[in-house]
């Protein structure tokens, strides 16, 4: 008798355990719209933020504890460090920076995390001699997490998009 009911238990559970990942899939597909429309939302004043320089509103897009990666590999950590960071960028090589850019993917990871991959447009900075420089192509990975209802970057890594001779241009 104990082991009939531990059978009918353990049955129970497998069926109970196999069926999670179904429901999630069946309501991330109810979700996944509405967050990935205010996702390319949080890009899109991301961007408008950058593009007006202002560094506390950019840096109120991040997560308390987020991370912005730069070109360089170098980590900042922290918004508050986030926004001292991009007011010293502002006042310097990009205080007349422009970026354009296209979002070329959003994936969730869970109902709360996703994955942004951007490609952007970058005109106007200024190079150590004053001048400015070409315009540059690069690459926005971001990790988002949604927060009390609202999506904020928890990792920002900026990369630039260098054309491999043999290949041509990227796409």
């Given at each position: ?80 460090k986030i926004e001292e960071l ?10 007349n920076a422009h970026r354009t ?71």
């Amino acid at each position: 008798m104990h082991s009939a009911r531990t059978m009918v238990a353990l049955a129970v559970a497998v069926i109970l355990f196999l069926s999670l990942p179904l429901s999630w899939a069946q309501d991330q597909s109810k979700g996944t719209d509405a967050d990935s429309a205010a996702i390319k939302q949080v890009v899109a004043d991301f961007i408008a933020d950058f593009n007006r320089h202002n560094a506390h509103a950019l840096s109120m897009w991040y997560s308390e504890d987020g991370d912005f990666i730069n070109i360089q590999a170098i980590t900042t950590h922290g918004r508050k460090k986030i926004e001292e960071l991009y007011v010293s960028l502002f006042a310097g090589r990009l205080g007349n920076a422009h970026r354009t850019l296209t979002v070329r993917n959003v994936r969730f990871l869970s109902p709360e995390i996703a994955s942004v991959d951007i490609n952007y447009e970058l005109t106007g900075v200024k190079a150590p001699d004053g001048s400015t420089t070409p315009p540059r192509e690069g690459f926005y990975d971001w990790t988002l997490v949604k927060q009390n209802g609202h999506w904020l970057i928890a990792i920002l890594h900026e990369s630039n998009i260098a054309p491999d001779p043999a290949l041509g241009a990227p796409r």
